[in-house]
């Protein structure tokens, strides 16, 4: 595993890359953990408090450890009549966890978004970033059974 | 049969976007060709007579824009492509299907301008979109067909807010996305305090064929106020959920039925909700209203994104409604006080109308809450946020009042 300070330091020359070096840690490991925020504040001559400021600003960035597979279903009007509660319900079930969650085994965090803009596709829901379109609520223990 | 008329979509589906030598073998890169060969003046004179307003949803005359900025060491080009506003999809399929031509129109804007560099500020959501534009970026450079004009990606995090163009320029100086105080406009003070011309994907991609076939010919297009072309995204209860372009004196009722192939399922039509989740409720006694920006702002409504929520007569309004207050509680950056509270208490009201325990006085409370909002928050956020509650009571008001204790 790459070190988080090896990270920053590929982005300090980078005008305002704090959030760019934000989304490189979240990419190696999953969240920003507490010793990188202190680092980038560091590095980029901000406060601590800015520095965490910017991290829990953006709903995409999380400081708290999440699970290997982050479900996001999107909850926009659109994807809401298209019936995203009763596929949120299922996974919920499935998972036996509640929304903003992490199953114990570390392997499925649940997550609520606003459009992802695949509108086309309602409703729609993002694996690690990948979205998948018009899901019902019957495929969803067959999603979760490819997330080896 | 209304049909299509493709500007911004000219190349999709007919060449290979991750081929830079298509682009160029369909006319690509003639237009930064020829305006290099003009005066800048000029460039932004031809921009302005066309009358190509913004496609991110103010509206605003670009070379107009551009003609505000002052002389300059350094300026930027910045390509908004933050696209947040739900049920919009275009500017993922303009870049997507063309990425070379929105490069074009941000380097025709730089020569316009006098900008040596540009940045694409695109959502966190959309992460192929990143990495297909830096190749794009690395294959024009390769070719030289940018010159001096360098251009980089950066990527948001997962904020509506940012697609405000301070809050943009905040996020890509680093800091949290919110909004700033207008004036100084980023015109004049914008990326690191120097000039900075913001515009949205769709309204780059309108260069290149401006400057090929020139002002009179795109103003001759779709409605004289709003002339051109608008790419629609439409979404929910219509047969054909896809991008179309059309020109802008296209009616509602023909984008729906006509391109949309009318209601999904055999249904009737209850609603349509344009321009995004901040636009207003359209009922079916106004859909002969054509799409551009000034008759969508004489019935109340807006163009906005270009986003095209359809509703069948099943739906249920105020449930719908109360989901978008949501959206706003949770988008509103906090900064000023009657978006951070009022986005709040709508949503708390909307709720409690939602789940029948509302009275008629709550519906007086909301209305006289959205009045302060538009008129006191800092940001367009907090001004457009009330927009749906207020379109809905005026032409859905039955469906609060059946909800009433
Ligand atoms: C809350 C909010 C969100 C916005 N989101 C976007 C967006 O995602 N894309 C966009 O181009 N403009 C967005 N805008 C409008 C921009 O502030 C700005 O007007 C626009 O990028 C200018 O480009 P244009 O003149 O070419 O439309 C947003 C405005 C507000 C108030
Ligand atoms: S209106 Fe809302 S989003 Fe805009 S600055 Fe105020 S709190 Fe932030
Ligand atoms: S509304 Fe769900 S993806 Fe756009």
């Given at each position: 595993m790459a070190n988080y300070r090896d990270i920053i330091a590929s982005y300090q020359d980078k005008?305002?890359?704090?959030?760019?070096?934000?989304?490189?840690?979240?990419?190696?490991?999953?969240?920003?953990?507490?010793?990188?925020?202190?680092?980038?504040?560091?590095?980029?001559?901000?406060?601590?408090?800015?520095?965490?400021?910017?991290?829990?600003?953006?709903?995409?960035?999380?400081?708290?450890?999440?699970?290997?597979?982050?479900?996001?279903?999107?909850?926009?009007?659109?994807?809401?009549v298209a019936g995203a509660d009763e596929v949120i319900k299922a996974f919920e079930n499935h998972l036996g966890i509640k929304v903003g969650e992490t199953t114990a085994d570390g392997k499925f965090t649940l997550e609520l978004t606003q459009c992802i803009g695949q509108c086309q596709g309602i409703p729609v829901i993002t694996i690690n970033r990948v979205p998948y379109e018009g899901i019902s609520p019957d495929q969803v223990p067959m999603i979760l059974e490819k997330c080896k | 049969?209304?049909?299509?008329?493709?500007?911004?979509?000219?190349?999709?589906?007919?060449?290979?976007?991750?081929?830079?030598?298509?682009?160029?073998?369909?006319?690509?890169?003639?237009?930064?060709?020829?305006?290099?060969?003009?005066?800048?003046?000029?460039?932004?004179?031809?921009?302005?007579?066309?009358?190509?307003?913004?496609?991110?949803?103010?509206?605003?005359?670009?070379?107009?824009?551009?003609?505000?900025?002052?002389?300059?060491?350094?300026?930027?080009?910045?390509?908004?492509?933050?696209?947040?506003?739900?049920?919009?999809?275009?500017?993922?399929?303009?870049?997507?299907?063309?990425?070379?031509?929105?490069?074009?129109?941000?380097?025709?804007?730089?020569?316009?301008?006098?900008?040596?560099?540009?940045?694409?500020?695109?959502?966190?959501?959309?992460?192929?979109?990143?990495?297909?534009?830096?190749?794009?970026?690395?294959?024009?450079?390769?070719?030289?067909?940018?010159?001096?004009?360098?251009?980089?990606?950066?990527?948001?995090?997962?904020?509506?807010?940012?697609?405000?163009e301070t809050a943009l320029i905040e996020s890509i100086e680093g800091h949290r996305g919110e909004p700033r105080f207008k004036p100084p406009f980023p015109g004049v003070e914008g990326l690191w305090a120097k000039p900075t011309v913001v515009n949205n994907v769709e309204t780059f991609a309108n260069l290149p064929e401006i400057i090929n076939k020139g002002a009179d010919w795109f103003a001759s297009i779709g409605a004289p106020n709003y002339p051109g072309t608008k790419v629609l995204t439409l979404t929910g209860d219509v047969v054909n959920r896809v991008p179309i372009e059309v020109p802008t004196n296209t009616t509602i009722r023909e984008v729906i039925y006509e391109f949309g192939g009318g209601i999904r399922n055999g249904r009737k039509f209850k609603a349509v909700q344009i321009g995004g989740t901040s636009g207003g409720f359209i009922p079916e006694s106004l859909l002969d209203t054509p799409i551009d920006f000034d008759s969508m702002s004489s019935i109340g409504a807006t163009l906005g994104t270009g986003a095209v929520f359809i509703m069948d007569d099943t739906r249920d309004i105020v449930d719908i409604v109360t989901r978008i207050s949501k959206f706003f509680e949770h988008e509103s950056c906090g900064k000023c006080n009657p978006c951070r509270e009022g986005t709040f208490r709508c949503y708390e009201i909307m709720k409690k109308i939602n789940r029948g325990a509302a009275s008629a006085k709550d519906i007086d409370n909301i209305v006289l809450l959205a009045r302060v909002m538009q008129k006191a928050a800092l940001c367009g956020l907090g001004q457009a946020a009330p927009g749906p509650i207020m379109t809905t009571l005026q032409h859905f008001r039955h469906e609060y009042e059946r909800k009433l204790v």
């Open positions: 005008p305002g890359g704090i959030i760019e070096a934000y989304h490189a840690l979240q990419e190696e490991f999953n969240y920003i953990p507490r010793e990188a925020i202190d680092e980038v504040a560091r590095v980029f001559g901000v406060s601590e408090a800015q520095a965490y400021g910017v991290a829990t600003f953006y709903s995409y960035l999380s400081v708290e450890p999440r699970g290997k597979y982050i479900i996001r279903m999107c909850e926009s009007a659109p994807c809401h | 049969m209304a049909e299509e008329v493709r500007i911004v979509l000219r190349n999709a589906d007919k060449i290979d976007p991750n081929n830079v030598d298509d682009y160029i073998n369909a006319g690509g890169y003639q237009a930064l060709e020829k305006v290099r060969g003009m005066d800048p003046k000029a460039v932004i004179e031809e921009v302005k007579k066309a009358n190509v307003r913004g496609r991110g949803g103010a509206g605003f005359n670009a070379g107009l824009k551009w003609s505000f900025v002052p002389p300059a060491d350094v300026k930027y080009v910045v390509c908004n492509l933050d696209e947040g506003e739900p049920g919009t999809y275009k500017d993922r399929t303009i870049v997507q299907k063309d990425p070379q031509t929105v490069l074009e129109g941000m380097a025709i804007c730089g020569h316009a301008i006098g900008s040596k560099q540009g940045y694409i500020y695109c959502r966190g959501e959309y992460p192929y979109v990143v990495e297909q534009l830096n190749q794009a970026i690395d294959q024009a450079k390769a070719k030289g067909v940018l010159g001096d004009f360098d251009i980089e990606v950066r990527m948001g995090a997962g904020a509506y807010v940012c697609g405000e």
